[in-house]
């Protein structure tokens, strides 16, 4: 505030009447204009003084400083103050003593600016109690007129709660605190959160200290996550997990609480500090368990959805809180190791069977491949031996074929039952996984549910014909198709494969015989038991020219007595060995 100066003294014998017809005795116009002007502030420009509100509206603040005229100031400056009044103390700014119109111009924002930087210190410093208008939104929180200065308003800063609506907050006046200060930058940080923390600790403690397990509270849900739901029990919060929202599965808790929602809840657990709080939301109501049917048993038929499903097996809800799983071997009478997922799949309305059921221990086992025949129980009748059918082939083994006639029903092709006639390395030879293949039943055994089964058996034994066709010392065309170390694989006709040893395979230009070579082959050895047939090229042109040369030989030697001479050959298991001793043999018996 300026100094005032000390008042004029009233004129004694001053005429009153004289003055208000406008003539004043012995009082010159100087005189009056300069009592006038001394009962005034004195007021210099660029200045801050004090000011008394005259009066408010919504536009402007009219505020005397004790100067001729009052000075008007725009109501947006004390948007920081919503509560002014008339008859209020405020510092204003003088900008001009007066303008062109004589008007005294003020400014109560430049007055607060002059002085700002010294109050945030201040107000830091002793923690004061502050009032900011909130102007507008901004990256991270809000910001705050605080004394004419922008201050920031971090959103976490706002409320104890998390905020979703800053909007709400943009134009309100509200009480802060300063929390931080940066000198360089001339940064303001405030909260209003602070404001409140100090109350909200009492709280806690008093609220912390009263906690006890299996307590029932009112809380308010605070917030929603995938894992759980953060409930506020009046400045202390708890945690409703996920799993403790409902006695079903609940794969979003917003299907079961909503934000701001008042709900009871149970205090399950607390660390030693009671700085985290387990709390329940289903163990208010009783377990659905205790619920379930009397006089549902095992056997009985129940409907429910899949809500869970992995590779071993799909758990079937069939009340809330009550579930069943499906394991993935009783969902087909097929002994295949397969994946649920084949089967069902999640959101499923299923019919099963139950086969398990223990109430004390809250567990059930259901079966759907009960819902269907068990193929194996009448298999004699559908799949009798001797009966034919077309199977589909599941798998190799090296000593057979794994072949799938129904859904549960399987049965092995041995390998030696897949050709007659051709020589069967591996299965993968013959047909291959997922094709369609002609099964004859064989043999049946119902307690290892397993089909013994023949492929050739559809066909009559080619080899009763080939023991009258192969005879031994026959000779017939055949086809190198294959050189071993032993020997060769020889094809015949009928798609019959006979087999030449290294020695057999001389050619009689004394060269060896190539794969892919046609040449005729002497049948030296036929085993129709193990569908064998020994072949041989070299004997074709070797047993004539034998036979020749013991032909001339006989009719050169001269006789002598009449025993003929028996040359000292050596034993030989060939044809033509065999027929050339009979001939000395029956010589020998007629010359005796």
């Not at 507008?136 to 905020?163: N, W, Y």
Request: aromatic letters at 6%; proline letters at 3%.
């Amino acid at each position: 505030m300026s100094n005032l100066t000390k008042n004029v003294q009233p004129l004694e014998d001053f005429n009153w009447e004289e003055f208000e017809n406008g003539t004043v005795a012995n009082v010159s116009k100087e005189e009056l204009d300069k009592a006038y002007d001394e009962t005034l502030n004195k007021v210099s420009e660029h200045q801050v003084v004090d000011g008394t509100v005259i009066s408010v509206d919504k536009k402007e603040v009219v505020v005397n400083i004790g100067y001729k005229s009052d000075g008007i100031i725009p109501a947006s400056e004390f948007r920081y103050n919503p509560d002014l009044k008339a008859g209020d103390t405020v510092e204003v700014y003088v900008e001009n003593a007066e303008d062109k119109k004589g008007q005294l111009v003020l400014s109560h924002k430049k007055a607060r600016m002059s002085k700002s930087w010294d109050r945030v210190n201040a107000a830091l410093e002793s923690e004061e109690v502050i009032q900011g208008y909130i102007k507008c939104r901004t990256k991270g929180g809000m910001i705050v007129d605080v004394f004419g200065i922008e201050a920031f308003l971090p959103g976490s800063q706002i409320d104890v709660h998390p905020i979703r609506d800053y909007d709400q907050f943009v134009g309100k006046t509200m009480e802060f605190k300063i929390v931080k200060i940066n000198q360089e930058f001339r940064n303001v940080v405030v909260s209003h959160k602070a404001l409140i923390e100090a109350e909200l600790e009492a709280q806690k403690k008093e609220i912390i200290g009263k906690l006890e397990k299996g307590q029932i509270l009112e809380g308010v849900v605070k917030n929603i996550t995938s894992y759980g739901v953060f409930v506020d029990l009046g400045g202390v919060d708890g945690l409703i997990h996920i799993t403790d929202l409902s006695w079903g599965r609940v794969d979003d808790p917003h299907k079961v609480v909503e934000l701001d929602q008042k709900i009871n809840v149970v205090i399950l657990d607390f660390d030693d500090e009671k700085r985290r709080i387990a709390l329940g939301l289903k163990q208010l109501t009783p377990h659905p368990w205790d619920a379930l049917d009397a006089n549902l048993k095992v056997g009985d038929h129940v409907k429910g959805k899949v809500v869970v499903i992995a590779d071993y097996g799909a758990f079937v809800e069939i009340q809330p809180g009550v579930e069943g799983l499906i394991h993935v071997s009783e969902m087909s009478w097929s002994q295949h190791l397969r994946s649920a997922q084949e089967f069902l799949k999640v959101g499923d309305e299923v019919e099963a069977v139950i086969l398990t059921l223990d109430r004390d221990e809250r567990k059930m086992s259901l079966g759907i491949k009960q819902l269907k025949e068990d193929p194996w129980e009448a298999i004699e009748v559908k799949y009798p031996v001797g009966s034919k059918h077309t199977a589909k082939v599941r798998n190799f083994t090296n000593f057979g074929v794994f072949v799938e006639l129904e859904e549960g029903v399987d049965g092995l092709i041995h390998i030696s039952d897949l050709s007659w006639t051709k020589k069967v390395k591996h299965p993968s030879e013959f047909t291959q996984v997922g094709a369609q293949i002609d099964v004859i039943v064989l043999d049946i055994d119902k307690e290892n549910r397993r089909l013994s089964l023949g492929h050739k058996q559809l066909e009559e034994n080619p080899w009763d014909v080939f023991e009258e066709k192969y005879t031994v010392g026959s000779i017939h065309e055949g086809t190198i198709t294959e050189l071993l170390e032993k020997g060769a694989v020889v094809k015949l006709d009928e798609n019959v494969e006979g087999f030449a040893t290294p020695k057999h395979l001389q050619k009689e230009d004394g060269s060896q015989a190539v794969q892919g070579e046609v040449l005729p082959f002497k049948v030296i050895e036929f085993n129709k038991d193990s569908k064998r047939i020994i072949l041989s090229h070299s004997r074709t042109f070797e047993d004539p020219a034998r036979e020749e040369k013991r032909a001339a030989a006989k009719k050169t030697r001269a006789p002598k007595n009449d025993t003929p001479k028996i040359e000292n050959v050596a034993a030989s298991t060939t044809l033509g060995d065999i027929d050339v001793l009979a001939q000395l043999k029956a010589q020998m018996e007629k010359g005796e």
